[in-house]
């Protein structure tokens, strides 16, 4: 097995002095034949420049330690039109919401051992156009109130890291978001160019997994490999009801809760007059009033327990 890793060292607990050489010695001592490259925000050594390395030095895995921003990053220095090394997660962010999806854990020792076992399925990826760009994304895109959440919560994360409750870092954030007015743009969304919808509301969630934003169940029978992307839309909420959606959304149990619609789709256009606050897998991005989302159907290969 070819393999590199690509390590953000400042996810989760930043990798620093000793905790690096010994993160690095258990990596070595596991996996045979491994290159650890230590990656840096922008520039060469920036997770697109390496993953793009990575495939044109033909590697056959490529080993991700981070969060689902890292890995976002990484898949997005691919060139899915040729082939891809398989990827292997070793979750080390904030939220976590794909990897957690997969069933791995924040254990090393485990995701070592699932790297050993090479248990590879294919998951889908989303595809999202906005302005001049063109995005992939492995876990979730989303438009509203919970874009500003995400925002919030990286803002909120390094000190909550400094006290030990970065993982708690959405929920923190969005019940000190239920302090402030509450917007509820007008949107039209077309699905599969078959069904329309024109109404205000608080929130539109795109996800590949059932899970996001650091464990939010949003959207609670996505499936990684059935070919679709599983949208979630929360019309306008009353302030004072949040805390009770957001533990539901926080256990699944607002599937049946008539403030939420579901939908499964392959194409979707979301369109607003107001620019609408724009996350993609955590990552931050500037407000937009018009997206487009799609997915390739079983275009990534990942090792799973």
């Known amino acids: 097995m070819k393999a590199i890793a690509i390590v953000n060292s400042e996810s989760g607990k930043p990798l620093i002095g000793k905790r690096r050489s010994r993160f690095c010695k258990k990596i070595e001592r596991e996996i045979s034949n491994v290159r ?25 895995f490529i080993i991700v330690r981070g969060g689902d921003g890292t890995f976002f990053r990484v898949i997005n220095g691919l060139d ?23 069933g791995l854990r924040y254990s090393l020792s485990q995701n070592l051992e699932v790297l050993k ?38 803002r909120m994360a390094p000190y ?31 699905i599969d160019e078959e069904e329309k919808i024109k109404e205000p509301i608080s929130l539109a969630a795109v996800t590949n997994t059932y899970r996001y934003g650091g464990g939010f169940k ?16 929360i019309q306008p909420i009353a302030r004072m009801i949040i805390p009770s959606l957001v533990l539901k959304m926080k256990r699944g149990t607002h599937f049946i ?6 939908y499964c789709f392959r194409e979707i256009t979301i369109k607003s007059a107001t620019a609408l606050p724009f996350q993609i897998d955590g990552e931050r991005h500037p407000s937009q009033n018009c997206i487009e ?3 390739l159907p079983k275009a990534l290969k990942v090792l799973v327990p």
Do not use: W
């Open 160 to 190: 909550l890291r400094k006290v030990g409750a970065f993982r708690f870092a959405y929920v923190v954030a969005a019940l000190e978001r239920m302090l402030h007015k509450l917007n509820f743009p007008e949107v039209v969304i077309e």
């Open 36 to 60: 650890i490259l230590f990656t840096e925000p922008e520039g060469e050594k920036s997770p697109e420049n390496l993953a793009s390395f990575a495939q044109k030095e033909e590697f056959d």
């Open 117 to 154: 076992q090479r248990k590879v399925v294919s998951v889908d990826l989303g595809v999202v156009k906005f302005g001049s760009q063109e995005k992939k994304f492995v876990n979730t895109v989303s438009v509203g109130i919970d874009a500003e959440i995400n925002n919030m919560a990286h």
């Open 80 to 102: 899915f039109s040729r082939k891809t090394p398989i990827l292997a997660l070793i979750p080390a962010g904030t939220g976590n919401d794909f990897a957690y999806a997969l």
């Open 257 to 262: 809760n008539s403030a939420f619609s579901f």
């Open 293 to 295: 989302v799609s997915v």
């Open 218 to 233: 949003i959207n609670p029978l996505a499936q990684t490999d059935d070919g679709l992307l599983d949208l979630c839309i």
